[in-house]
Structures are given as structure tokens and as C-alpha cells.
């Protein structure tokens, strides 16, 4: 997948987040595909649209702010661990090591 397919298949999902969620959060989603794209030998694609995982992405107008969030997702794969995996909002996985709540949304990484 190039990188124009891969910024457009994960800003598309990132578009529902909602706006009020700060950056950080929307680069540590963004995070969670790649890694998950990685460690599962999955396209961006197939990550973002696994049955019961994410929502199936947008396909309107995409927001500046989401496709900066995915750059910097990109550019700095050490600013969060390869192992964060998972979010969800409201409270943490019941699987997975909790890893850290930004805004609403809770990230798990794998069990060490």
C-alpha cells in the first residue's frame, strides 16, 4: 500500500473520532492500526476494516487535523510502545496490560 492509501485509509477511520478528542489521542489511534498492521501482518486496510475491530471508515471530507494525526503517527513510531494493540472508550480492555487513558479513549498493550 502506498503512503497516500495508507494515510487515506486510517484518516478516513480517524474522521469519526470526535473533535473534541486532542491530537495525542488521535495519533495514539492511529498508532494502534500500524502497530496492529505490523505485528499481524495486515494491510492498513484489512486492520481498519477486521470484522468487530474499527468501525468502517469514512469516506466524506477528511479533516486536516486527521491526516497530520497519521503523519505523526508515522514519524514518530517510538513515541508510543509496538505493542500498544487496542482502545476502547469508557474504560479499558478486559484482556491486554492497560497502557494509558487519553481524553476518552483507554489503550491496552500486550500482556509482557
Not at 494491510?43 to 479533516?63: F, H, L, M, R
Not at 487535523?65 to 500498544?84: G, Q, S
Request: proline letters at 4%.
Amino acid at each position: 500500500m502506498n503512503s497516500n492509501s495508507l494515510v487515506v485509509s486510517i484518516t478516513g477511520w480517524l474522521q469519526l473520532i470526535p473533535p473534541s478528542q486532542e491530537l495525542l489521542g488521535m495519533v495514539a489511534v492511529a498508532t494502534t492500526v500500524l502497530n496492529r498492521a505490523d505485528y499481524y501482518d495486515m494491510t492498513i486496510e484489512q486492520v481498519v476494516t477486521a470484522k468487530n475491530q474499527y468501525s468502517y471508515p469514512y469516506t466524506g471530507v477528511i479533516k486536516h487535523e486527521c491526516y497530520r494525526a497519521v503523519e505523526i503517527a508515522k514519524e514518530n513510531r517510538d513515541l508510543f510502545p509496538a505493542t500498544m494493540m487496542w482502545f476502547r472508550t469508557k474504560h479499558y480492555h478486559d484482556f491486554g496490560t492497560p497502557y494509558m487513558q487519553i481524553g476518552d479513549h483507554y489503550f491496552s498493550q500486550l500482556e509482557e
